[in-house]
């Protein structure tokens, strides 16, 4: 038979293991607890951002539409990705034509444009200009790449 101590021993073996994967810095056991369920919460938001942003991709490959954009910023500057799922011909020129409008040096990059178009990058802000650009203004010029791109595609 499991003596009362040794319950008690398991219980806060796994409170410290639910402690750790929960990265919570509580001593007890409620706070520890508030701490997982707080943890959990934003774990699902994360998986409803993933399934909407899965949901919006599908669909707008599915309807042929244009390259999906998102931005972020970081300590570096931007992260920015630019995903199709189908080979996108000049755009990626007129990508780094719009980095150039924007003063944003390309920190780091990965393109793929065989079957599907991919960019990722990292572009930090020119540190000689001194205005300052937001993950909003950047993401407006992607957009207006893509848009200036489409229009001289569909001339060809």
């Keep these: 038979m499991v003596s009362g101590e040794q319950k008690r021993a398991e219980l806060r073996e796994q409170l410290q293991l639910l402690r750790s994967i929960t990265n919570s810095h509580a001593l007890n056991k409620t706070s520890i607890i508030i701490d997982a369920s707080k ?16 949901t919006n991709a599908q669909a707008s490959s599915d309807q042929n539409t244009l390259p999906m954009v998102t931005v972020e910023s970081t300590e570096k500057g931007f992260l920015i990705n630019v995903f199709s799922s189908k080979s996108c011909p000049g ?40 205005e300052n650009i937001d993950a909003r203004a950047v993401k407006q010029a992607m957009g207006q790449a893509i848009k200036n791109w489409s229009q001289n595609a569909g001339q060809k």
């Design 39 to 54: 943890y959990i919460q934003e774990l699902k938001q994360k998986v409803e951002k993933l399934n909407q942003d899965v």
């Design 91 to 130: 755009l990626f020129v007129s990508i780094l034509e719009s980095f150039e409008e924007m003063s944003l040096n390309v920190l780091e990059a990965r393109v793929t444009c065989t079957d599907t178009f991919r960019f990722h990058a990292v572009g930090g802000k020119n540190e000689e200009q001194g």
